[in-house]
């Protein structure tokens, strides 16, 4: 039993693009409705909540009824700017059906880095916690193209949502991907690769098993995501790392369940 998930009532939960789009390119509407349902469940139980959402080059590409990402980056930005609206569109038709209000949040990760932006941003999602609505944040692809440099697939709303949490002093972050947790080594090409249960410390066995530094494009995204889990062990907070192929997921992991891989730094 993992006692501080189950204790956990402040609650951030990032969901990339492989949860969301069909390898097609299709959007997955089956799983953006259990997001809303268990979201707004939680909601219902009293845990504040906060989503944060990739897709929305995927969704924009899928509007435009592109097979193929753009190749300049404003095309990229354009792309993500009409597929930001449409996937808060969907969002919203989903959550409505759980009569649970939602909000959109747009931020750059340079945020933390301005005390007034900071502020701005700690109010706005306070204030949106405190009446009662599910806050579904992305970076400002307008604004930033960080996240745009890299395909979706590797994209790094994984610092994003691990700031928010950061930010907002959450007492736990749920990182939802496509492979069940954080393996001794990519279980996509080596079979005997081990799931990592819990992860105490982020050393440099760990970083190289993630696929080392710098090279996120070829490996996949765990470095990232142990980078975020770094962030997150600075805010004394607690990170998992799970499938989200199927969202409800999320009930188990809150009841303590031991899926997916707890990130939780050991204290001296
Ligand atoms: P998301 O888009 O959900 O954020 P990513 O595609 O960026 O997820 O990262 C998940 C992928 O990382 C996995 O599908 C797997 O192929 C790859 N990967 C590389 N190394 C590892 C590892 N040590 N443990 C788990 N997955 C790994």
Do not use: C, W
Not at 34 to 62: C, I, P, W, Y
Not at 89 to 111: C, E, G, K, S
Not at 120 to 131: D, F, G, R
Request: no cysteine.
């Amino acid at each position: 039993m993992r006692k501080e998930v189950i204790k956990a009532n402040r609650i951030v939960i990032k969901v990339g693009t492989s949860t969301l789009i069909y390898p097609n390119g299709t959007i997955n509407l089956a799983a953006i409705d259990q997001l809303a349902f268990v979201l707004s469940d939680l909601h219902n139980r009293g845990k504040e909540v906060v989503l944060v959402s990739s897709g929305a080059v995927g969704v924009g590409m899928h509007k435009m009824n592109r097979s193929t990402r753009p190749a300049t980056i404003p095309e990229q930005q354009a792309i993500a700017a009409i597929g930001q609206a449409e996937l808060m569109n969907i969002y919203n038709q989903r959550f409505t059906v759980y009569n649970q209000q939602t909000a959109q949040i747009l931020v750059t990760r340079d945020v933390i880095d301005f005390p007034e932006s900071r502020k701005n941003v700690v109010n706005t999602l306070e204030q949106l916690l405190a009446m009662g609505t599910i806050p579904i944040v992305n970076e400002n692809d307008t604004v930033a193209v960080d996240e745009l440099d890299h395909l979706t697939k590797f994209g790094d709303n994984d610092q994003l949502s691990a700031i928010v949490t950061k930010l907002i002093n959450a007492d736990l972050l749920i990182v939802l991907s496509d492979i069940d947790g954080f393996y001794s080594d990519n279980p996509t090409v080596n079979p005997n690769a081990k799931m990592y249960q819990t992860v105490t410390a982020i050393d440099n066995t760990l970083m190289e098993q993630a696929g080392g530094a710098g090279s996120t494009f070829g490996t996949g995204g765990m470095h990232s995501k142990l980078k975020a889990a770094l962030r997150i062990f600075e805010a004394q907070s607690t990170m998992i790392l799970a499938n989200g192929k199927d969202p409800k997921i999320i009930f188990d992991l809150l009841a303590g369940k031991e899926i997916g891989t707890l990130f939780k730094e050991e204290q001296s």
